[in-house]
């Protein structure tokens, strides 16, 4: 079985720094794609950034600058620092890999920024 546990959101002001963390078990991680994604409020679920199991990265315009996606293959965590952390980045941060013919979510780490 394939799980996804997301942890590391929180309340940040405006202009601080997070660094959310998603471990992975029930998978040869090293050879997985993870992506991160959020959700925001009332709006549709968007990829935000996008890691291979080679350590290509891509990310969301949005984002670019500002977010960095990584893994540790030996702790089988992928990760997304985020920093110049702004209003509009409030959401819920969901960690995804597509394992088995199926897409896989974790339960998201919520993200609040707000003075």
């Known amino acids: 079985q394939v799980e996804l546990v997301e942890s590391g959101g929180g309340l940040v002001q405006p202009g601080g720094s997070l660094r959310l963390s998603c471990a992975a078990s029930?998978?040869?991680?090293?050879?997985?794609?993870m992506d991160w994604y959020r959700q925001a409020p009332g709006k549709q679920r968007e990829l935000v950034a996008g890691?291979?199991?080679?350590?290509?990265?891509n990310y969301a315009d949005s984002v670019k600058g500002r977010f960095t996606i990584s893994r540790d293959n030996a702790k089988n965590t992928v990760y997304l620092q985020i920093n110049s952390l702004k209003p509009e980045d409030t959401a819920v941060y969901y960690c995804?890999?597509?394992?088995?013919?199926?897409?896989?979510w974790g339960q998201g780490t919520q993200v609040t920024v707000s003075s």
């Open positions: 995804n890999t597509a394992a088995f013919g199926s897409s896989v």
């Open positions: 029930g998978i040869n991680f090293s050879i997985y794609n």
């Open positions: 890691i291979t199991g080679g350590g290509s990265t």
